[in-house]
């Protein structure tokens, strides 16, 4: 590997990053970086747990959502483990699946059928939160080694900055979003009821709490309806 190269490669693709315009269009730059930049990788996703339920993200290949709902289905896997690492590890690599592998039994022989043949993931995490399991495939044994390890170790280290910043500048302009959607629907009452800013404030407030919905919900609906 020529790591002149290399390291030009990585500083565009941080750039790239943070350049990206929504949280998905960050995590599909991640892993399409990551078959293109690290040495054996075919396939890439971004592997989230919500209890035991496994969500996928920007797979680029149906095999990266199989292998995932594979290892939801039995409860065990090296992608379901990285993901809920918290002290443990943070990395796992596995040479060659097409022989037995004892740490996920169940999974294992259900993997080689769809065709992997190494793996190798990193837990996304900052300082602050954990944020998922950056997973790599690739349908040869032995496809990865030490400097697919160190690229893989980089770019998951980039992957987990971006991908936090995009997700709070998105939970951001989600929030102001919000707060404008309410704004415009207590003018409306306002117009509406001769209520006074308090009062209509007062109104999508009880509505909410009486129908079990949102704030932002009822504040749609006003928005869209003129009326509740």
Request: aromatic share 6%; glycine share 8%.
């Amino acid at each position: 590997m020529d790591w002149r190269e290399f390291a030009e490669q990585m500083a565009s693709m941080a750039r790239e990053l943070l350049a990206q315009s929504s949280v998905t269009e960050t995590l599909e730059h991640i892993t399409s970086s990551a078959t293109s930049l690290v040495e054996g990788c075919d396939a890439a996703g971004i592997l989230l747990l919500h209890g035991r339920r496994v969500e996928t993200l920007a797979p680029t290949d149906q095999l990266v959502i199989d292998s995932d709902q594979l290892q939801e289905a039995l409860g065990e896997g090296p992608c379901f483990d990285a993901a809920r690492s918290r002290q443990g590890e943070r990395l796992f690599r596995i040479h060659d699946l097409t022989h037995e592998e004892p740490r996920w039994p169940a999974y294992a022989p259900q993997a080689r059928t769809l065709g992997i043949g190494s793996m190798m993931g990193f837990l996304l995490y900052t300082d602050d939160e954990d944020l998922g399991a950056l997973n790599l495939y690739s349908h040869r044994a032995g496809a990865f080694n030490g400097a697919s390890e160190t690229v893989g170790w980089l770019l998951a280290s980039h992957a987990a900055v971006a991908f936090s910043a995009a997700r709070t500048h998105a939970q951001m302009e989600q929030a102001v979003a919000t707060r404008h959607t309410i704004g415009e629907a207590i003018g409306i009452l306002m117009g509406a009821r001769r209520l006074t800013e308090e009062q209509a404030f007062d109104v999508l407030r009880r509505y909410s709490q009486q129908t079990n919905t949102k704030l932002r919900d009822v504040a749609v609906k006003v928005c869209e309806q003129g009326s509740l």
